[in-house]
């Protein structure tokens, strides 16, 4: 069985002799999937989906504890019912699996720098690194890498945030180099970096916040989600960020997974995140919090849920959820009309959850239903304004509702930012792509050299494995083009490129550096926690620095895979 912290990075289709997970990545449900699906009659048991998965989401079904149990039913309703003893042949139809791009050599290497560290990028270099005439250089801002999984993944979600052994396997790659802490279009130029490569693939994500345009908001006592995300997390830009809980309720305007998220951590018990690596200042904050109930508010009706099935699988297993009579009224009303089964799921799982009119006896979840943002409420004199609740209008009507609460976030989805010297698609908040191959939307011809994967490619869609086959398609038009002679060879030796983000930011963090900072960081958590993060740059840099040199076998190799010339 599937269960909940299921990636979609398809190792396990690949793997599978026999074809029995799907969707597929060359099948259409693949990229709006919410998880993958194992067929009971085709599997035939051979574990090499396990061994594969690098999340560990896959279990035989008797190991499945009881929160783990309403996967076993999922899993089986995804495939059309037909008789058990019908076995399909394991010969019957292998998985896809797509070749590698193969690389055309030259006199040097294929040099390809990386922009950010996240998953779609570090997916992109196994691509590329599938190879041995490749180098690739990933570059991120921060000193420490893999983007949200370390800064987005809840504490709580440790399965998930197991494909880090995945990403660090793929960092000790030969060819692989990490720049950490070197900002891209502040310590470096696109242009600079092309003078040094061959191509330079982005895949910075979508950072910032769609932004809820109501009265009020920007006050303190309102944020977003994402941010209180980072937060909890130990982000180093929002180590700070005021997260007051002093009030009985917070309100959460979006329905996603990551509003489920938030919800989830604001209202565990804090000595279950102690044996996590929540960052210690969210972890003090959650102690002393007064918080007694988290509404999750939705403009539309249940049917319209944003989060998908297994979040909400996970969530009623692990904490107290609620629905209003009102909402429970909805809900039966949308169970009636649907037809789409997986909205199903969803709804019986709602219709089930208790009356929110039950004493509160712990900190609870509640949902909330057709609730159209008006305005901030606010609180205190003008010199001391604040947030104090959010009024809503009823969706569709004109009736007014309003939720007192101490804190008020939103978790409406994400925007691409521009990068500099890239054209950008303001309305799609992405990097006009065809493929991954950045295009000049006046002409529509390609801009040499650049490309894209991952959330600035695509936008917010899918999670973190969807990268895995998004980097695919990117790395195959690069190669692609690099074999078809329409990438311009680098005009420095590859050692050249060390020399100048060294003269540019000193504090430059290595992989030597990373692999310090992770494992004093896992020290940190001794036996209890998997780890207690740095939450500080300063903190990082100073381990960083105590990082052994390579040894000279290692310079030795560097060395000899500069090109020569002149040599018969």
């Not at 793997?15 to 029995?20: I, R």
């Not at 006199?107 to 990386?114: D, E, Q, S, W, Y």
């Not at 052994?165 to 790659?173: M, R, T, Y």
């Not at 990490?178 to 895949?203: D, I, P």
Request: with cysteine; glycine share 8%.
């Amino acid at each position: 069985m599937i269960t909940q912290s299921c990636c979609s990075d398809a190792s396990c289709v690949y793997a599978c002799p026999v074809n029995c997970i799907h969707p597929t990545p060359d099948e259409p449900g693949f990229a709006t999937t919410e998880m993958l699906y194992i067929d009971p009659v085709a599997c035939v048991d051979c574990g090499a989906c396990v061994t594969a998965c690098p999340v560990g989401a896959i279990a035989p079904d008797h190991r499945l504890d009881a929160t783990q149990r309403p996967f076993i039913e999922l899993n089986a309703a995804f495939y059309p019912p037909r008789d058990p003893d019908e076995k399909l042949p394991p010969t019957s139809k292998l998985a896809p699996v797509i070749p590698a791009p193969r690389i055309e050599r030259r006199g040097g290497p294929l040099r390809v720098a990386i922009v950010g560290s996240g998953p779609a990028a570090m997916y992109a270099a196994d691509e590329l690194l599938t190879q041995d005439d490749v180098l690739v250089n990933v570059f991120e801002r921060l000193p420490t890498p893999y983007g949200l999984v370390r800064a987005g993944v809840a504490p709580d979600h440790q399965k998930t945030k197991g494909v880090t052994d995945l990403f660090d396997k793929i960092a000790q790659q030969p060819g692989f180099e990490f720049y950490l802490n070197v900002e891209v279009g502040t310590h470096l130029s696109h242009a600079e970096l092309l003078a040094h490569h061959h191509a330079v693939l982005y895949a910075v994500g979508a950072p910032n916040d769609r932004r809820l345009d109501i009265d009020g908001m920007g006050l303190p006592g309102t944020g977003t989600a994402t941010e209180v995300v980072a937060w909890y997390n130990g982000h180093p830009d929002f180590a700070d960020l005021p997260v007051d809980l002093s009030g009985d309720r917070v309100v959460i305007v979006g329905n996603g997974n990551v509003a489920l998220d938030v919800a989830r951590i604001l209202t565990a018990d804090p000595d279950e995140l102690a044996r996590t690596d929540i960052a210690d200042h969210a972890l003090a904050a959650l102690r002393s919090s007064r918080v007694r109930e988290v509404v999750i508010a939705a403009r539309r009706g249940p049917a319209d849920s944003a989060f998908t099935l297994p979040e909400l699988i996970g969530l009623t297993a692990t904490a107290d959820v609620v629905l209003d009579a009102r909402d429970h009224e909805l809900v039966d009303r949308d169970l009636a009309r649907t037809t789409d089964s997986l909205t199903r799921n969803k709804l019986e799982i709602l219709a089930k959850l208790p009356d929110a009119a039950a004493p509160i006896t712990r900190p609870r979840i509640r949902f909330a239903y057709q609730l159209t943002p008006r305005a901030i409420l606010r609180a205190g004199a003008p010199a001391a304004d604040r947030a104090a609740g959010i009024e809503f209008v009823r969706t569709g009507t004109d009736e007014v509702c309003r939720l007192d609460a101490g804190l008020v976030l939103t978790s409406i989805g994400y925007r691409g930012r521009p990068i500099r010297d890239l054209p950008f698609d303001d309305t799609a908040a992405v990097v006009p792509n065809d493929g991954g191959r950045v295009v000049d939307p006046a002409t529509g011809r390609p801009v040499p050299g650049s490309y894209v994967a991952g959330w600035i490619k695509r936008g917010p869609t899918g999670f973190i494995g969807t990268n895995k086959s998004c980097a695919a398609e990117t790395v195959h038009k690069l190669v692609d083009d690099y074999n078809a002679g329409l990438l311009t060879e680098p005009i420095h030796r590859p050692s050249a490129l060390d020399k100048l983000v060294r003269s540019r930011r000193p504090d430059l963090v290595t992989a030597a550096g990373w692999r310090a900072i992770d494992a004093a960081e896992i020290d940190r958590g001794g036996q209890e926690r998997p780890r207690v993060k740095f939450t500080g740059t300063d903190q990082m840099l100073a381990v960083a620095r105590t990082a052994p040199a390579p040894p000279l076998r290692q310079r030795l190799l560097a060395a000899l895979r500069q090109p020569l010339t002149g040599v018969v």
